[in-house]
């Protein structure tokens, strides 16, 4: 019995998630509400409630989705000597992939999430440590690799890929981007001239050495 409740909770949760996507994509976050979200989903207002508190509660929910699918692409597509930029890619595309499912709802999702308006700061923040414990374990490895320098503030170094990130999916919403490989082109590029600035310095030998 428990078994079977446990997947009518994931079927009730999923089918509140799909009609926020829908409703989101189609008449705007502000504009749409739980009773609409209710009817959509098929269910009570009460129900959603007990599900999510609020609407930035379902943005979070999907923030969190978001998290453990790059989690996924990159337990299946990297590996801890895999190059920093590769695995950023990896990262990142995976993150694109996610986002871009839906073009109208990854755009709200985007804004919402890098200018929250009504996230909470307890459970936004959280998901910004995850960001980050999940990122500065790569550059640290990289560090150890020889690839960047020792001297950098991690968590700033995090903030700069991830700015570089949202500047490449800002582009493909204008359409200077068209495609999935013009993304992944942009940010390699990108990556890889950040990379020039925060390697170590080569020593120059001298012709007498």
């Known amino acids: 019995m428990a078994g079977i409740r446990e997947k009518k909770k994931k079927k009730t949760r999923a089918a509140i998630?799909?009609?926020a996507v829908d409703l989101f994509s189609r008449q705007g976050?502000?504009?749409?509400?739980i009773v609409q979200l209710a009817q959509a989903a098929r269910v009570g207002k009460g129900t959603v409630y007990t599900y999510f508190q609020s609407k930035s509660e379902i943005f979070l929910a999907f923030c969190e989705e978001q998290l453990a699918y790059v989690y996924q692409e990159l337990a299946a597509k990297s590996n801890p000597d895999t190059p920093l930029v590769d695995q950023l890619l990896t990262m990142f595309m995976g993150e694109f992939r996610f986002a871009s499912r839906n073009r109208e709802f990854g755009r709200i999702l985007m804004r919402e999430t890098v200018f929250p308006k009504e996230l909470t700061v307890e459970r936004s923040g959280g998901l910004d440590n995850k960001y980050i414990d999940l990122m500065v374990p790569m550059f640290q490895q990289a560090q150890n690799r020889g690839e960047l320098r020792t001297d950098l503030e991690l968590i700033l170094v995090v903030g700069h890929f991830y700015?570089?990130?949202?500047?490449?999916?800002?582009?493909w919403y204008m359409g200077r981007l068209l495609t999935e490989e013009d993304v992944a082109m942009a940010l390699e590029s990108l990556f890889q001239q950040a990379m020039q600035g925060l390697a170590p310095a080569r020593r120059i030998r001298h012709r007498d050495e």
């Open 163 to 171: 700015a570089l990130y949202i500047m490449t999916i800002a582009a």
């Open 17 to 19: 998630l799909d009609a």
């Open 29 to 33: 976050y502000e504009h749409t509400s």
